[in-house]
C-alpha cells in the first residue's frame, strides 16, 4: 500500500518555487518550447524515471513504475507561455521579451516535478504506475494535447488528472465540480466579396459592408433564437473591417469570431447555423462568403464518480472548507482531450491572498499568484495516487 508523506512535498517546496521561477523567467511560447522541456526532461531522468522526449512534437512523458502490479494514474501539467509583455517587478521577471507566463503553466510544471521527485522515492510501495504528463502548447488551438495522445501518452493509463492555479479562487480552496466545467472554443472567418463602386452609384455595386453588416446582425440570433434557450452558448463577432473611404462602397469585408458552447450538439448545431446564415446572406445581397470554421478544443466535462474521488481527497488533504463548486466557465482547455480517451478530473486550485500581485486575472501582464498554491496542487495529486494505487 501507498501511503505518501505530505510533508516530504512540504519539505521539498523551496525547490519547486525556484523551478518555477527558473521557468517563469525563460517562457517559451506554444510549439516554440525549446528549453522548457529539456529543463522538464533532465530532472526527471536525474530520478531514475522511464523518460520519453518530443511525445507529440514537444511532450515530455516520465513513468514511474511500481513494484507491484496495479492500476495506472496519470497526472498532467502544461508548460507553455503566452505572447504578454510582463509588467511584474519580480526578481523573476520575464528575460524573453514579450513572452510571458501569464497563466500559471510554470507553476504546473513546477508542482508535478515535485511530485516525482517525492513519488520516485516510494515506487517499492506503489501497486501500478504513475505517467506524468509534461504537455507543451495547452495556449494555442489544435494544442499539445492531441498530439500526445496520438502518440501513446495514454497507453495503459486508466484514468487521468490535471490541475490548474486559478486567482479567483482564495488559496487553500479548490473548485470540486462535475459535468461540463469549461467550455467548447471554437473560431470562425468570413470573407465577403462583392463589388466595389461609388457611393452614389449603389446600384452598380455589391456591397460587401450592407452584405457583412446584415451577418453580423443575423448571427445574434443564433443564441437567441435557434439554440435551446437551457443550453449554454455564445456567439461572438470580434473582427469586422471593411472599406476604405467614406464615399466608395467597398468590395469585401473581414469577418471574424468565437464560438463557446457546453455541449456537442449545440456546438455543431451553431456551426451548421452559421454556414445557413451565410448562404441566405450571400442570395439576398448578391456577394460570395467563403466561411473558414476551426473547431478547437471540445467542451470539458468532469465525470461524477472521479469527481467525488476528488472530493473526498481534498476534503481529506485541505479540510472540508476547502472544497467549492465553482460555475462553468466559458473559457477552452485542451485537458478536455484526455478526458475523451479515460475517466478523469480537471480542477482549479485556489491561488489568490489579500495581496494584491495574487488578484489579477490570467492573461494579465501582471499576473502571479500565491505559490503555496503548487503545495496544494502537489498534495492533492499525491492524494489521489495514493487512493488509487493503493488498491
Request: negative net charge.
Amino acid at each position: 500500500m501507498v501511503v505518501v508523506d505530505k510533508t516530504k512535498l512540504e519539505a521539498l517546496f523551496s525547490d519547486i518555487v525556484q523551478w518555477r521561477r527558473y521557468l517563469h523567467t525563460y517562457p517559451e511560447l506554444s510549439f516554440q518550447e525549446v528549453h522548457t522541456p529539456v529543463f522538464i526532461a533532465e530532472k526527471l531522468e536525474s530520478l531514475g524515471l522511464e523518460v520519453k522526449r518530443n511525445v507529440g512534437g514537444r511532450g515530455v512523458v516520465a513513468t514511474l513504475r511500481g513494484e507491484k502490479p496495479g492500476p495506472t494514474i496519470a497526472l498532467r501539467a502544461d508548460f507553455d507561455a503566452l505572447p504578454i509583455e510582463e509588467e511584474n517587478e519580480v526578481s523573476y521577471q520575464s528575460q524573453n521579451p514579450g513572452v510571458m507566463h501569464a497563466c500559471g503553466h510554470d507553476g504546473h510544471a513546477a508542482a508535478l516535478l515535485g511530485v516525482a521527485t517525492v513519488l520516485a522515492e516510494k515506487k517499492q510501495d506503489i501497486n501500478g504506475a504513475v505517467v506524468f504528463l509534461f504537455q507543451h502548447a495547452e495556449e494555442k488551438p489544435p494544442g499539445g494535447a492531441q498530439e500526445m495522445i496520438k502518440d501513446g501518452c495514454l497507453d495503459g493509463v486508466d484514468a487521468v488528472f490535471g490541475a490548474h492555479v486559478a486567482t479567483d479562487i482564495p488559496l487553500g480552496q479548490v473548485n470540486v465540480t462535475s459535468g461540463p466545467i469549461m467550455a467548447a472554443v471554437d473560431a470562425f472567418t468570413i470573407h465577403v466579396q462583392g463589388k466595389g463602386g461609388h457611393g452614389a452609384r449603389p446600384h452598380n455595386t455589391k456591397d460587401a459592408v450592407m452584405a457583412g453588416t446584415q451577418l453580423v446582425t443575423e448571427l445574434q440570433q443564433i443564441v437567441s433564437r435557434r439554440v435551446d434557450p437551457m443550453d449554454t452558448a455564445v456567439v461572438t463577432v470580434g473582427v469586422f473591417q471593411a472599406g476604405t473611404a467614406f464615399n466608395v462602397i467597398a468590395d469585401s469585408a473581414h469577418i471574424e469570431g468565437t464560438v463557446r458552447t457546453f455541449n456537442e450538439t449545440t456546438r455543431e448545431q451553431i456551426e451548421e447555423e452559421i454556414r445557413a446564415i451565410v448562404k441566405g446572406v450571400e442570395h439576398s445581397t448578391h456577394v460570395s462568403c467563403d466561411v473558414d470554421y476551426l473547431n478547437g478544443y471540445p467542451p470539458l466535462v468532469n465525470p461524477e464518480y472521479e469527481t467525488k474521488v476528488l472530493g473526498e481527497v481534498a476534503a481529506g488533504t485541505l479540510g472540508e472548507d476547502a472544497v467549492i463548486s465553482a460555475p462553468a466557465a466559458l473559457g477552452g482547455e485542451d485537458f478536455a482531450f484526455y478526458l475523451q480517451e479515460r475517466p478523469g478530473q480537471f480542477f482549479h486550485v485556489g491561488a489568490r491572498t489579500e495581496d494584491e500581485n495574487t488578484q489579477f486575472p490570467h492573461h494579465h501582464p501582471r499576473f502571479n499568484f500565491d505559490e503555496e498554491a503548487l503545495l496544494n496542487i502537489g498534495k492533492l495529486f499525491m492524494g489521489l495516487v495514493e487512493r488509487y494505487l493503493s488498491k
